[in-house]
């Protein structure tokens, strides 16, 4: 990432000014001491001539230099890169409710612990963006339209339910949907940007593939972050589906690659999370990357200030010194 950058580089030549003067500055200054060699009768010289300021003399000079050069910077107008809020943006939060998020293997359970790291969110990213929720087990149903009131949003959050299966094509597909559903600004000629963040710790089991939801994505420009969220040593407890009654332990792993997939097709990123504390840094990470942008200021206000202060300097210098200006 660039910090600083000259919006007007091409006006960098005159620096070839700068360094016009320096070098003349140097002749004279050698001309001077040949001159001074020229005279014979050097203890005549040193007795009629005042005490030499030795190395003071430079000085002026050199500041003076150092004005000039920081007028030139002034003047190709510097930059540096700053972080400012997007004002206009559509995200659009997908979470995974099928049963597998009852698993403890996260404290105190994968759908708690991501509630909690959603609603974190919101905090993160600034008030002006709008948020959707959707939510998907079997099937995938818009809960929350985007909308800046992120009051709806976390109670939206927090009425998440589990259900069977999972269907993470159908979700993307939904989500997709629910980004036209974002107010539109009445001035906005372009569509707003939007992103989807995919929060799973399965892998489909019914509905369209995740390979077709994935190119829609990619088609409509709509980048899919995905969290892989759980370890690999989750389970629960269900009902013996042989209608016997009886309960049975049942693993549920993640399926990394799947989602790191479906980023990967539509340009999104992909992220893991084992644990609460990580699926908070992960939801961090992305709402900077989606709440923020890097834009370009102009700074040359600083270097027109630098360049007052150094000519300020080197006139106080030459006048105490040598009771002239330089």
Same mark, same amino acid.
Not at 222 to 230: C, K
């Given at each position: 990432?660039?910090?600083?950058?000259?919006?007007?580089?091409?006006?960098?030549?005159?620096?070839?000014?700068?360094?016009?003067?320096?070098?003349?500055?140097?002749?004279?200054?050698?001309?001077?001491?040949?001159?001074?060699?020229?005279?014979?009768?050097?203890?005549?010289?040193?007795?009629?001539?005042?005490?030499?300021?030795?190395?003071?003399?430079?000085?002026?000079?050199?500041?003076?230099?150092?004005?000039?050069? #920081?007028?030139?910077?002034?003047?190709?107008?510097?930059?540096?890169?700053?972080?400012?809020?997007?004002?206009?943006?559509?995200?659009?939060?997908?979470?995974?409710?099928?049963?597998?998020?009852?698993?403890?293997?996260? #404290?105190?359970?994968?759908?708690?612990?991501?509630?909690?790291?959603?609603?974190?969110?919101?905090?993160?990213?600034?008030?002006?963006?709008?948020?959707?929720?959707?939510?998907?087990?079997?099937?995938?149903?818009?809960?929350?339209?985007?909308?800046?009131?992120?009051?709806?949003?976390?109670?939206?959050?927090?009425?998440?339910?589990?259900?069977?299966?999972?269907?993470?094509?159908?979700?993307?597909?939904?989500?997709?949907?629910?980004?036209?559903?974002?107010?539109?600004?009445?001035?906005?000629?372009?569509?707003?940007?939007?992103?989807?963040?995919?929060?799973?710790?399965?892998?489909?089991?019914?509905?369209?593939?995740?390979?077709?939801?994935?190119?829609?994505?990619?088609?409509?420009?709509?980048?899919?972050?995905?969290?892989?969220?759980?370890?690999?040593?989750?389970?629960?407890?269900?009902?013996?589906?042989?209608?016997?009654?009886?309960?049975?332990?049942?693993?549920?792993?993640?399926?990394?690659?799947?989602?790191?997939?479906?980023?990967?097709?539509?340009?999104?990123?992909?992220?893991?999370?084992?644990?609460?504390?990580?699926?908070?840094?992960?939801?961090?990470?992305?709402?900077?990357?989606?709440?923020?942008?890097?834009?370009?200021?102009?700074?040359?206000?600083?270097?027109?200030?630098?360049?007052?202060?150094?000519?300020?300097?080197?006139?106080?210098? #030459?006048?105490?010194?040598?009771?002239?200006?330089?």
């Amino acid at each position: 990432m660039i910090a600083l950058t000259f919006l007007s580089p091409s006006r960098l030549w005159l620096f070839v000014v700068v360094a016009g003067f320096a070098a003349a500055y140097g002749v004279l200054q050698f001309r001077r001491r040949g001159y001074a060699v020229k005279f014979t009768n050097l203890d005549l010289l040193r007795s009629v001539a005042p005490k030499q300021p030795g190395w003071r003399r430079h000085l002026p000079a050199v500041v003076l230099l150092l004005a000039l050069s #920081s007028m030139v910077l002034a003047v190709a107008r510097p930059a540096r890169q700053e972080k400012v809020p997007r004002e206009r943006a559509t995200v659009i939060l997908t979470i995974d409710t099928s049963l597998s998020m009852e698993a403890t293997d996260v #404290s105190p359970n994968r759908i708690k612990a991501a509630q909690a790291a959603a609603k974190s969110f919101l905090d993160i990213i600034p008030p002006k963006i709008n948020v959707g929720l959707v939510s998907f087990n079997g099937s995938a149903q818009v809960l929350v339209a985007p909308t800046t009131d992120r009051d709806a949003v976390r109670t939206g959050i927090d009425s998440l339910h589990l259900a069977e299966r999972t269907a993470i094509g159908e979700a993307i597909f939904t989500s997709l949907d629910a980004v036209k559903l974002a107010p539109k600004a009445q001035d906005e000629k372009t569509p707003a940007p939007a992103r989807i963040v995919l929060m799973s710790d399965g892998e489909t089991t019914v509905g369209r593939a995740d390979a077709i939801a994935a190119r829609e994505a990619a088609r409509r420009k709509v980048p899919v972050s995905t969290i892989a969220f759980g370890t690999d040593h989750g389970t629960i407890t269900m009902q013996n589906p042989d209608g016997s009654g009886q309960t049975i332990t049942q693993e549920v792993n993640v399926n990394t690659q799947a989602l790191a997939a479906i980023a990967r097709e539509t340009g999104g990123k992909a992220f893991t999370a084992a644990s609460a504390k990580e699926i908070r840094a992960v939801y961090q990470n992305i709402g900077s990357s989606i709440g923020y942008a890097y834009e370009f200021r102009e700074i040359g206000l600083w270097f027109e200030g630098l360049a007052l202060l150094f000519l300020f300097l080197s006139s106080a210098m #030459s006048l105490v010194w040598f009771s002239r200006l330089p």
